[in-house]
């Protein structure tokens, strides 16, 4: 049974992902690589091995995801999950919300992000990737994604420079959007934090006599398409 009415804490977004198990173009398993343009994302390994490869502006690096181990990385972060047999991990995502919105671009090719139609078409996926669409679709934009990325990985910083400023162009026409839901989402939990602060400076004690407690039993959604991963996915809010 879901009872919730709040949203979680800080206005985050919770999934379970089991990344992609087959071969991409350069001859490893696992995801899609994409870069966030507002969000900073969290890894809980739960289950299996693998790596998260990322690019920045400080260079490539490898970093080992093994059960237990907490990894996170902030926006402009190029990533790439690869699976090394089962990995599953718990994601965390700041800005519930922001990363469904858009806020996600894949590293496809300079002339297809260059492309709003032609970007859109590559990314789709059918039914949106809901639970059952032929992951096949998932895998040949996966594929595409990752000869993007061996050439940022081979073009070094000017590159990646130029990756950015290509995402940041793509989703300019969303940015009003997503200052709308960072305000009713994160930036509102912030602010309801400040609100707190200010009560118990004046001696308000109301919202800990209104303290509520909220479930969630299971995933509302099981295997839907993700950029890395069959994903199970929680309440985005309330």
């Known amino acids: 049974m879901t009872d919730r009415s709040a949203p979680l804490p800080g206005g985050i977004g919770v999934s379970r992902l089991r990344v992609y198990d087959t071969l991409a173009p350069d001859g490893l398993v696992g ?17 299996g091995e693998g790596t998260v490869q990322t690019l920045t502006a400080a260079g490539f690096r490898e970093t080992p995801l093994r059960p237990g181990a907490v990894v996170w990385f902030e926006p402009g972060t190029v990533h790439r999950l690869v699976n090394g047999g089962g990995l599953t991990i718990v994601v965390l995502m700041q800005n519930s919300g922001l990363p469904e919105a858009g806020d996600a671009v894949l590293t496809f090719p300079p002339d297809v992000l260059a492309d709003p139609a032609a970007y859109a078409a590559a990314a789709a996926l059918p039914d949106g990737g809901a639970p059952g669409a032929d992951v096949r679709a998932a895998y040949r934009r996966r594929d595409l994604a990752v000869t993007g990325f061996q050439a940022l990985r081979s073009g070094g910083p000017a590159a990646l420079a130029a990756f950015h400023a290509a995402a940041v162009a793509l989703r300019e026409p969303l940015l009003a959007r997503w200052r709308q839901r960072w305000e009713s989402g994160a930036g509102r939990a912030a602010a309801a934090t400040g609100a707190h602060l ?39 809010a309330s």
Do not use: K, N
């Open 31 to 47: 995801g899609t690589p994409h870069v966030h343009l507002c969000c900073t994302e969290g890894y809980v390994v739960t289950a």
């Open 198 to 236: 200010d009560a118990l400076e004046r001696g308000d004690l109301r919202h800990l006599g209104e303290a509520g407690v909220y479930a969630v039993d299971e995933p509302v959604e099981r295997g839907r398409l993700g950029m890395c991963g069959l994903l199970d996915t929680y309440p985005a």
